[in-house]
């Protein structure tokens, strides 16, 4: 199998539990020869480095750093799990301070030293709010970056599979939209189970009422869940559907789940937030889901939650008022 594309692939935080996993998804899966490995902290990203040079893969130049005008001179495509990794107690919006500000000079650095890059990937929480703020410093246009909310709609598949004890390949077009957070909107009007609409399902025997909202707030807090189980928060699953993003930025197979993406239309504006997305070379392209009132009301207030979110950010200092964005980045307006 020959390698999707020859550019430089930066992976940042790579000394993490996500940006490890990262790396070592985007050389199994052959993306590129060329992948540089970025996080400020030297001792563990270079037992990283040596982990991955020492599993024996073929034909690939594996470099790393600590200095971040290195790691981003010449990437053409970026993916960054770069901030604080959510713990045992807390929501990813309280990560919101400290995160905003490491994507806000995440942005200044894009724009400093790789500004023909192609498409960025942003992982870490509040992503929502991460991704606008990198987009904003780095001067890039909307369609070059896009944000993790698979994870959810992924959730949603699993805990169908395993109440209907399926294969998850036999449920299909499940859908989260909105915040890649507890303030999700969950779509059943998307969903099949088979070749049966999961609208006519939910109520029946095969899945009760109750047994349907039991399971949507399963997918809610999945993250926390995950932190219950293991420790820590999830590391494998963003991992593994960032590159597959990244990788249909590079133009590998279609990326079949929803984005974080800018949206600017409509009844939703000058926010990032999960939509229906197609993720190919050109970018990033969405469309506004259409849903049963019920669902098309929570995404209203998903939206809501989110522009609060930006609006504290607003008022921290971190990003100027809205009608300051276009001097910021021109390309948003």
């Not at 001067?139 to 004890?165: I, Y």
């Not at 939703?268 to 993720?279: F, K, L, P, R």
């Not at 669902?295 to 504290?312: A, F, I, P, T, V």
């Amino acid at each position: 199998m020959e390698f999707l594309t020859n550019e430089k692939l930066t992976i940042v935080g790579a000394a993490g539990m996500i940006g490890s996993n990262m790396a070592q998804t985007a050389i199994m899966m052959k993306l590129t020869p060329n992948i540089c490995l970025y996080d400020p902290y030297a001792p563990a990203l270079e037992g990283v480095a040596e982990e991955l040079l020492q599993c024996g893969f073929d034909n690939m130049n594996i470099s790393y750093t600590s200095d971040i005008k290195e790691a981003l001179t010449g990437a053409a495509y970026i993916v960054s799990s770069g901030g604080a990794a959510r713990k045992a107690g807390m929501t990813r919006e309280d990560l919101l301070k400290g995160n905003a500000e490491i994507a806000a000079q995440f942005g200044k650095d894009i724009k400093a030293y790789c500004p023909h890059v192609k498409h960025v990937v942003i992982v870490f929480n509040p992503a929502d709010i991460t991704g606008l703020i990198t987009l904003l410093y780095s001067g890039l246009k909307p369609t070059q970056v896009t944000t993790l909310a698979a994870l959810d709609s992924t959730r949603l598949r699993n805990e169908l599979a395993k109440h209907f004890k399926i294969q998850p390949s036999e449920i299909t077009n499940c859908r989260t939209y909105g915040g890649h957070g507890e303030q999700m909107a969950v779509f059943a009007s998307t969903a099949k189970v088979g070749d049966k609409p999961l609208l006519e399902i939910i109520g029946s025997e095969g899945l009760s009422d109750s047994q349907w909202m039991e399971m949507r707030q399963k997918v809610v807090q999945g993250g926390k869940h995950m932190i219950d189980l293991r420790g820590r928060s999830s590391f494998q699953s963003p991992a593994y559907l960032s590159i597959e993003m990244i990788a249909a930025a590079m133009g590998g197979a279609p990326f079949k789940w929803p984005a974080g993406v800018y949206v600017a239309a409509g009844k939703y504006n000058h926010i990032v937030m999960a939509m229906e997305t197609v993720i190919d070379k050109a970018g990033v392209r969405y469309s506004i889901p259409q849903g049963t009132p019920e669902e098309e009301n929570e995404l209203k207030q998903s939206y809501e939650h989110l522009c609060k979110l930006r609006d504290e950010v607003i008022q921290m200092g971190i990003l100027p008022s809205i009608p300051c964005w276009h001097e910021l980045n021109q390309n948003i307006q």
